[in-house]
């Protein structure tokens, strides 16, 4: 195992930081990284599991994961609470003043080229209300709130490429007295718990491993009949016909009594659904189960990007079929007018925090293939203005115009209007916001919330002009798939 940096490294970045991260790395080839989450972190409150996979090495190279984190921020409409072991530390009327919480306060390290250390949660889609004027929020059957995060100072992470697992301690070093020797002793100490648990699993295969509190689930519902969606889809037309919008993200909500492990959920819609950007968030009172295909937001040093999905087709049972569904999306030309309305919508998102002329779209509708759909994606990109902070971020890109539509205000409003319920962290965003500036958030869709004895998810489809309900209908049917396929007995 290697420790990084070396004693006099960490004293010299110690008279500029008050943060210096010591990481204790290895190579292990082939990791399976939820299976040391397995062992390490799946009972312990304020846990995360981040995964990557299926995909290319840009959206797929870091998995992480940790536990047992401390220090909570958490924002409920207008009040925000931070709350260090259990007791309250600060509380605000207003979350702007909160947000300043997560604003990237360290330099980059050379050694640690990422994510190594700061905050991990979520910000449901209410959340957007904070930054624009919208309609008031209709009431909740549960007790969630709208933004969750943990101060993260333990992680681990594995680098696909490199096929390294690191542990990574980023304490405050700045007026603590914490040593560089008190730091190593606390990896080698954890590094040997990690041999012993690698051992184990070599031992004993997932396969031969016994599975308690097996996942059931009983009585999917939805918040919408067939007939209450494409009424709804004809009045979005409507709107559209009248100038009001180009385009409209319409979902509706499915939900079930759930007994069981929400970590068992995770396991099984990560193999039914292996994507990206997924994940497991498990709180006090609920867990977040995720195999979401889209990023919202991705910040490394000074340059950020966006990866909107826009255009679906399920697919095929069959190899020609399965090929003839995905050329027929690639040439659709609503299905292109449709994508290239949200790209531009991003750029102009993008456009508000970045420096003039550096906003480009780096990649061009291609197609993307998960287990139950396939989708369009481009990717957006360009160098932040000096002095941006985490809110402005939010403000320019949050909620996701991919899961809004366009004009983004409009929509949310029409959203408000015929939506039945709220989305909570459905189309919002979960991921991590460094101490170093690093961020990467998803858009929570293909996820599950589990919750009070109940697991829920909602599924949207783009509408537009030319829109057929039914079909749109469908679309949402397709999408809901790999979850209800992962609820299934």
């Known amino acids: 195992m290697d420790i990084l940096p070396d004693k006099n490294t960490f004293k010299r970045l110690s008279l500029s930081s008050s943060r210096v991260p010591v990481c204790g790395q290895e190579k292990i080839p082939g990791l399976d990284l939820s299976e040391l989450f397995n062992k390490f972190f799946y009972q312990i409150p304020n846990s995360f599991l981040f995964e990557s996979a299926n995909g290319p090495e840009e959206t797929t190279r870091y998995s992480l994961m940790g536990g047992g984190c401390s220090k909570i921020l958490e924002i409920t409409g207008q009040r925000a609470r931070l709350i260090h072991d259990g007791l309250l530390v600060s509380e605000w009327d207003q979350p702007g003043p909160a947000l300043g919480l997560l604003n990237f306060e360290q330099n980059v390290v050379g050694y640690l080229p990422h994510f190594w250390g700061g905050w991990v949660g979520f910000i449901g889609y209410e959340a957007g209300a904070w930054f624009e004027t919208l309609p008031p929020r209709k009431s909740s059957e549960t007790s969630l709130p709208d933004f969750l995060f943990m101060e993260v100072e333990r992680l681990f992470l594995y680098d696909h490429v490199t096929e390294e697992l690191k542990f990574i301690l980023s304490p405050k070093t700045e007026g603590t007295g914490v040593s560089h020797d008190e730091?190593?002793?606390?990896?080698?100490?954890?590094?040997?718990?990690?041999?012993?648990?690698?051992?184990?699993?070599?031992?004993?295969?997932?396969?031969?491993?016994?599975?308690?509190?097996?996942v059931t689930s009983n009585g999917l519902r939805s918040n919408l009949s067939e007939k209450d969606y494409t009424e709804r889809v004809e009045?979005?037309?409507?709107?559209?016909?009248?100038?009001?919008?180009?385009?409209?993200?319409?979902?509706?909500?499915?939900?079930?009594?759930?007994?069981?492990?929400?970590?068992?959920?995770?396991?099984?819609?990560?193999?039914?659904?292996?994507?990206?950007?997924s994940g497991y968030l498990n709180f006090q009172n609920f867990s977040l189960v995720s195999s979401s295909p889209e990023r919202l937001v991705k910040v490394s040093e000074h340059?950020?990007?966006?990866?909107?999905?826009?255009?679906?087709?399920?697919?095929?049972?069959r190899v020609a079929e399965d090929e003839a569904l995905s050329s027929e999306l690639l040439l659709n030309p609503k299905e292109r007018a449709e994508h290239l309305m949200l790209v531009d919508l991003e750029r102009n998102d993008l456009g508000r925090i970045c420096q003039a002329g550096s906003v480009s779209v780096t990649d061009f509708m291609f197609l993307e293939k998960y287990s139950h759909v396939s989708h369009i994606v481009s990717n957006i990109a360009g160098n932040l203005k000096t002095g941006i902070c985490v809110y402005d971020i939010f403000k320019s890109v949050?909620?996701?115009?991919?899961?809004?539509?366009?004009?983004?205000?409009?929509?949310?409003?029409?959203?408000?209007?015929?939506?039945?319920?709220?989305?909570?962290?459905?189309?919002?965003?979960?991921?991590?916001?460094?101490?170093?500036?690093?961020?990467?958030?998803n858009i929570i869709i293909r996820s599950i919330v589990v919750?009070?004895?109940?697991?829920?998810?909602?599924?949207?489809?783009?509408?537009?002009?030319?829109?057929?309900?039914?079909?749109?209908?469908?679309?949402?049917?397709?999408?809901?798939?790999?979850?209800?396929?992962?609820l299934a007995h």
Not at 183 to 211: A, F, M, N, T, Y
Not at 252 to 272: A, H, I, S, W
Not at 459 to 486: C, F, H, R, W
């Open 183 to 214: 730091l190593c002793g606390e990896i080698k100490r954890v590094w040997e718990d990690v041999h012993r648990v690698l051992q184990d699993i070599h031992e004993k295969p997932e396969s031969k491993r016994s599975s308690s509190n097996p």
């Open 235 to 277: 009045t979005a037309k409507g709107y559209i016909r009248e100038g009001d919008i180009y385009q409209a993200n319409l979902a509706q909500k499915f939900e079930t009594d759930f007994e069981g492990n929400p970590f068992e959920l995770y396991g099984k819609l990560r193999k039914v659904n292996p994507s990206p950007f």
């Open 303 to 317: 340059r950020i990007e966006t990866r909107p999905i826009a255009g679906t087709r399920p697919r095929g049972e």
């Open 398 to 441: 949050f909620p996701g115009g991919t899961i809004t539509g366009c004009p983004k205000i409009r929509c949310m409003e029409i959203i408000s209007e015929l939506e039945p319920d709220i989305r909570g962290p459905y189309s919002g965003s979960f991921g991590y916001i460094g101490f170093a500036p690093y961020m990467d958030l």
């Open 451 to 486: 919750c009070e004895g109940t697991a829920s998810f909602h599924v949207g489809a783009g509408i537009v002009a030319d829109s057929n309900p039914q079909k749109e209908y469908q679309e949402t049917l397709d999408k809901a798939a790999a979850m209800i396929q992962a």
